[in-house]
């Protein structure tokens, strides 16, 4: 591929990454019901991990080392990020959960720019989150966010942040996908027990099993194949910028395949949220590019 198409292909394809991404998301909303978001976290590690594990044993058998102690703490932040994250769902659309939960990451690019205008990003973000939260309260809104579900979303957004920073330790300490397939199985034998008990049996419908797979495969395996890819052939600052179109790439899919009506607060607040993402990552430059590319390692990309 030349420079010239791979400058054009590679935004498309990290913008197709996203779009899976929430596409996922959207199909676990339609799990939920069934399996309950312990369970959709449960069957999207799961189904990960056995497409990973291979690859991170051939890294083993090539002489790669296990950290076992960035591994367990990886996977712990690996689950923390997807239960809250799922929780949310279970109560607040796709747009406001992805617009909240990405408040972590953002909030780490702001502290890794050191600059005010970091802090004039931060601020409009903050700005954002307000509107979401007090959509019920302005003028012309008669809708609210329900308030524990955004409590759940700010947990994503923290144990977000935090998995940036686990996982950013685990690939200094271990090579290729090895520190991310053993923390999807960390993440399976944290999360499985409890959505055994919550779901039961009907985490082994055929149904079930069919949806769990495809959230796997959508919000994981493909994002995660393409930041591969597209890391390779840009800018990791471009590949960052694209990554901050998550939340409006998020509300649109809940329109389109949920049916999620937003009002005109929710709306503007994902506007200006996802705006100081581009701008803050944009104006922290390759400072804050470590933790924009760890993001991207899940859900990762993410959620």
């Given amino acids: 591929m030349t420079h010239k198409s791979s400058t054009t292909v590679m935004p498309l394809l990290v913008i ?40 991170a044993i051939v890294s083993i058998r090539r002489g790669g080392a ?36 990405v408040m972590g990451p953002l909030v780490l690019s702001v502290v890794a720019s050191r600059s005010w205008k970091g802090l004039m990003w931060a601020l409009l973000a903050a700005t954002g989150v307000a509107l ?19 409590l759940y979303a700010v947990g994503a957004a923290v144990m977000w942040a935090a998995y940036i920073l686990t996982a950013r330790a685990a690939g200094a300490a271990m090579p290729g996908v090895v520190g991310l397939a053993l923390a999807m199985v960390v993440g399976s034998v944290v999360t499985l027990p409890v959505a055994g008990a919550i779901a039961g049996a ?9 949806l769990g797979f495809a959230v796997a495969v959508l919000s994981s395996a493909i994002p995660y194949g393409i930041e591969l890819t597209a890391l390779r052939r840009m ?9 901050a179109l998550a939340p409006a790439i998020a509300a649109l899919a809940g329109l389109i395949l949920l ?45």
């Fill in 16 to 55: 197709l990454g996203l779009i899976c991404q929430e596409v996922g998301a959207a199909v676990a909303v339609n799990l939920i019901p069934t399996v309950g978001p312990w369970g959709v976290v449960a069957m999207r590690l799961v189904f990960s991990a056995i497409v990973l594990l291979p690859l």
């Fill in 132 to 150: 979401l939260g007090g959509s019920g309260l302005l003028p012309g809104s008669d809708t609210s966010l329900d308030p524990l579900g955004m």
């Fill in 202 to 210: 009907a985490l082994l419908s055929p149904e079930a099993l069919a």
């Fill in 66 to 101: 296990i950290s076992w102690k960035h591994v367990v703490l990886f996977g712990l932040s690996l689950a923390a990020m997807n239960v809250f994250f799922y929780l949310a769902l279970e109560r607040i659309p796709l747009g406001p959960a992805v617009t909240i939960e």
């Fill in 235 to 243: 800018k990791a600052e471009t590949f960052a910028i694209l990554l």
């Fill in 259 to 303: 049916d999620q009506q937003l009002t005109w607060a929710i709306s503007a607040g994902i506007a200006l949220v996802t705006v100081a993402g581009v701008g803050a990552v944009a104006s922290a430059g390759r400072r804050a590019v470590p933790a924009a590319e760890e993001v991207s390692a899940d859900v990762g990309f993410e959620t």
